[in-house]
């Protein structure tokens, strides 16, 4: 299935948000998530399932004022 | 000062713009600052980077949730860092207009109620409107973060006045100074008048040496700090000769 990743549209296999970060390469305890703007605690992400065209937002500590 | 949280310094400082990881750290250093901010963002090539300056800090994190226009996105935002940065401290921006930055007062009350009733401890930027600050409080904020101009103008502050009116409107709660300010003067400025703390980035960030301008900015806040609690004498409208006139000489 297509969903947009970070903006951007990707392919994936993943089925959950937990599998996702995995396929994708991300450092699972440094991100925050977030499906279609709502937030996705860590506890969470295993049994949250991905859909066609969903929005997930994979955000990481950065500079900011 | 801030949630039960005493400090020594009374400058928080950004962590945005810098040349380098380095220099920011040096800059941070030579602040003194003990809380520096933060923000949430997609990864970009300096993440690691930056990570690894967060854990060699040793300063308190302030998350933000700069870039957000409504109080749904900085809500997911402010849940989001707490998970990430594990605080609950959150600097609460609601941008109201693109080019000015100006806080959206409507949507700032309402994320911030959503917010503390969830256990977040807020520091809401806004503006020097009063009635805002009382919405603020009984939102459950402990803090109000006025700003001293637009972000990242550096004209000090706009409406002195304002600020004034609205440190002796709410003695008592910690009132942070937070975007606009330039110059160590202008930091200066504000803290004569009572104001708690100042938060800045652009100032230092982009000066031609970030360190040397952070320690400047540590000084100017320390000195009108300990102007304020020293109690400036009144303005005159006329001269008023400070050597005495009684002995004085007739050599006319």
Not at chain 1, 7 to 23: F, K, P, S, Y
Request: hydrophobic share 45%.
């Amino acid at each position: 299935m297509r969903i947009d990743l970070n903006g951007e549209i990707v392919r994936t296999q993943a089925r959950t948000l937990a599998d996702l970060l995995i396929e994708q390469g991300f450092e699972a305890p440094c991100v925050a998530t977030a499906l279609n703007g709502d937030f996705i605690a860590r506890s969470m992400r295993e049994a949250t399932r991905l859909d066609e065209g969903m929005k997930v937002e994979v955000l990481s500590p950065m500079q900011g004022g | 000062m801030f949630y039960g949280v005493d400090l020594t310094s009374r400058l928080m400082l950004g962590t945005a713009q810098y040349p380098s990881p380095a220099v920011l750290l040096e800059a941070i250093e030579a602040s003194g600052a003990e809380i520096i901010t933060v923000s949430l963002r997609r990864e970009g090539a300096a993440g690691a980077a930056f990570r690894n300056i967060l854990s060699e800090s040793r300063c308190r994190l302030l998350p933000n949730t700069a870039g957000c226009h409504t109080a749904r996105e900085a809500v997911t935002t402010a849940r989001m860092a707490r998970e990430v940065f594990g605080t609950s401290w959150i600097k609460l921006e609601v941008i109201g207009h693109a080019d000015t930055l100006q806080p959206d007062p409507f949507a700032l009350v309402e994320a911030a109620r959503v917010l503390c009733a969830e256990g977040f401890e807020v520091f809401p930027y806004t503006t020097e409107d009063l009635i805002v600050g009382e919405k603020l409080l009984e939102a459950g904020c402990k803090v109000l973060m006025p700003w001293g101009a637009p972000i990242g103008s550096g004209q000090g502050l706009r409406n002195p006045e304002g600020l004034r009116t609205m440190r002796a409107h709410f003695a008592g709660i910690p009132l942070v100074v937070d975007a606009g300010i330039g110059a160590p003067s202008q930091a200066a400025q504000a803290m004569e008048m009572g104001l708690d703390a100042i938060l800045l980035n652009t100032a230092v960030a982009k000066a031609v040496d970030p360190a040397a301008m952070a320690r400047a900015f540590g000084r100017a806040i320390q000195a009108g700090r300990e102007a304020f609690e020293a109690g400036l004498m009144p303005r005159r409208d006329m001269a008023c000769a400070s050597t005495p006139v009684f002995g004085l000489a007739e050599l006319a």
